[in-house]
Every structure is written in C-alpha cells, then in structure tokens.
C-alpha cells in the first residue's frame, strides 16, 4: 500500500484564496490595457479620424468591435474594484468604497462615450447617402458624437484613472500590500494628470501633445506594474492579510 503526501509548494498557492484574489485582480488589469489600446488606437480610428466619417463608406464593424471592447474595459474596471475591496477594507472601509464608487463611474462614463459612437454608425447607416440628406449637418452631428467620445475619454480613462490612483494607491501604500514604489508612482502621477486635464480643458494644449502623453505615463506605469506584480508576485505579507485571514466570529 503506497500512501501520497500532499506537496506545499505549489498547491498550496492554487487553494490559496488570497493568491488566487490577487491574480484575478491583476489580470483584470491587464485586461483593461489589453482591450483599451488596441480600441482606442486601432480599432475606433476611422470614426475618431475621419471627420467625414457618416456620409463615406465606414467601417462599421471595425468601430462596433471596437466599441464593445472599451465595454470589456468599463466591466473590467468595475471587476478589479470589486475583487479587491475584500481585501483592502481592511486597510480603509471608507477610502475602499470609494474606490468601488469612482471605478464604476469611470465605466459609466467611458459607456456614454461607446453609446455616442455607436450612434455615430446608425447614422451613418440609417441617413447618409439617402436621397435629400444634408450632407452637411450629418457631418456637424457626427462631428458632435466624435466630440461627446473625446470628452468621455477625458474625464473617464483619465480624470478617473488619477482619483484612482489618489484611492487606492494610498490604500497599498499604507498597507504595503505591494512595493511601495508601485502605488507611489501613482499617488506622484494623479496630480500631474490633473493638471495637464485642467491644461487641456482651457485650451493650452490637447489630448495628443506630449505633454499630456507625460503626463500620464505614471498613471499608465502605475497601473500596468500593479496588474503585473499581483499576477506574478501576488500580495505582500501585510498586517491587512493577517486581518483578511482571521477567522469570522461564529
């Protein structure tokens, strides 16, 4: 009779539930750079660069997979606010809640800015080309759409993504859930990223100047090696782990 003695390497980090926390929540991050990018940069260029987008032949399903996958983006922000808030709770009730609340208004925002695309492609598809169309005020409301897109882009993925940072980078500061120099390239980034939005927003300069681009690497930076670290690494041994693992009073 040959008996098996359980391993504690690897299994152990399969069945543990705060391992497995912060891998989901690390590739939900990733996950919102996976499909924001390429929607952004590729797959909404025609409508987002083309003012004469409604009354040309399109490209309508290149903007409509586009616009679902800024969609996965907004449930996948809402997704790593959720998942970790069980645990950094413990750090702040208070700052953690927050965070939940301003992730899910970011992707509410960023679906307004989807909903004004999509409507940019039925007008194109319902009106232009017919006979007696004005040409050119279905290019001043598909203009609108395109406008009403890029100011969602700039209080959702950016003014949002620095409340963000300000939340729960401070949360993982605080409780050195990660290394403090992740969250802290967060907490420097928010108020540059506010202030090059408060730039953009009087006219000094617009969303692709270099500046703005800066502006916003650490944010970019930030996010990216949080989803990283907590794939790959996972969390920190932390007095807010020793607290996540207490058992519940019966």
């Known amino acids: ?22 891998m989901l929540a690390g590739g939900l991050y ?102 007696g169309a004005d040409e050119g005020a279905l290019v001043a409301v ?13 209080f959702g993925p950016n003014v949002m993504a620095a409340v963000n940072a300000l939340l729960l980078g401070t949360l993982m500061y605080r409780s050195g859930l990660v290394p403090r120099a992740i969250p802290l390239l967060g907490l420097v980034g928010a108020p540059l990223l506010l202030a090059s939005v408060i730039g953009i927003v009087f006219g000094t300069h617009d969303l692709t100047a270099g500046v703005h681009v800066l502006a ?5 930076l930030w996010e990216l090696s949080l989803g990283l670290y907590l794939v790959v690494k996972g969390f920190r041994p932390s007095p807010v782990i020793a607290r996540a693992t207490e058992p519940s009073p019966a």
């Open 1 to 22: 009779m040959t008996t098996t003695i359980p391993t504690t390497g690897a299994a152990a980090v399969r069945t543990d539930p705060l391992r497995r926390t912060a």
């Open 30 to 131: 990733l996950l919102t750079f996976a499909s924001s990018i390429p929607a952004r940069f590729f797959f909404l260029d025609p409508v987002l660069s083309d003012p004469d987008y409604v009354i040309g032949s399109g490209a309508d399903t290149r903007v409509l997979v586009g616009g679902l996958l800024d969609m996965v983006n907004a449930l996948a922000c809402i997704a790593t606010a959720v998942v970790l808030y069980r645990v950094v709770r413990r750090q702040s009730e208070t700052l953690a809640l927050g965070f939940v609340a301003s992730r899910i208004l970011e992707a509410a925002i960023i679906s307004v800015g989807v909903v004004s695309l999509f409507a940019a492609v039925t007008l194109r598809q319902d009106l232009a080309g017919t006979a």
């Open 142 to 154: 598909g203009s609108s759409l395109v406008a009403v897109y890029e100011w969602t882009f700039l």
């Open 216 to 220: 916003g690497a650490p944010i970019f």
